[in-house]
């Protein structure tokens, strides 16, 4: 929906707004100064209007609003700095081993690879020496030592898997952490009073107050015959049609009038008289 106004309204703070306003709407009837809600007014006109108006609804708690912005931001500076630093410089007692992780890595992933490649190699070689008559002596020695490979396949797959296992959850707890850090002023109490403080001043001072003012004024009313014009705080609803009158209504319309110039022949008796 195209806003005509700007919000002095954070980005972030806008769904909330709107959020707050929807509730209203959603609960007018619990009202009695909001009970003639749908009467002449719907919700969705009344939700346009205070959209429409938003700059003069907020500013009725702006002063709420700010104090909630500011506390907010104070507490979301220091972990995010705490957050920066950690990651720029680790920590002294908790040294970086790429060597050790890399091995490691590697060795996980090739393992299982090598050692299914080599069982497969060994078992078929030694089915098909088996399938020979006589089979060879060493066929039984390519078997054993395929299914050796084959039980160093599972194993190595089951080592992999805890390993991913237990980074997943190191990771994990890593990542708590630091959206707790990031995060964790949002949801302090000091944040939540001052949040909960700006929507009850928001909703008493601002949309309520609008949608009685809206719904107390009778030139609201879209289908009035009367255009509507803006009276207050109450934002323009609707379109004017521009004022046409017919050339015949009306008494004190001139015609333009015409007179014929006014022609006399001139005096002529040909060539034996002349003009005196």
Known sequence: MHMNSASHL??????????????????AHDRPELADVGRRLNT?????????????????????????????????????????ASVLAPA?????????????????????VLAATAAAI??????????????PAFADTMLTAGWFFGALTAAAILVAAIGLLLAALRNGSTEVHAVQAEGGGELSDEVARARDAWRHALLERGIVPFLCDALADPST???????YRSAGRIPHLGYSRPDYASPDDGDDLQRPSFTSPDFTSPDFGGPDHQPD
């Not at 912005?69 to 957050?83: C, F, I, N």
């Open 44 to 84: 969705e006109q009344l939700r346009t209007m205070v959209l429409n108006a938003d700059v003069l609804v907020t500013a009725a708690a702006t002063t709420e609003y700010e104090h909630f912005v500011k506390v907010r931001e104070e507490l979301r500076a220091p972990a995010a700095a705490s957050a920066r």
């Open 92 to 112: 002294a007692e908790e040294p970086v081993d790429t060597t050790g992780a890399g091995l490691a890595a590697v060795v996980a992933v090739l393992a299982p």
């Open 10 to 27: 954070l980005i972030e703070d806008r769904p909330e707004f709107e959020r707050l306003l929807d509730d209203a709407l959603r609960t």
């Open 221 to 227: 009313d879209p289908a009035a015959p009367v255009p």
């Open 122 to 135: 060994f078992l078929l070689v030694g089915y098909i020496l088996k399938a020979l008559s006589p089979p």
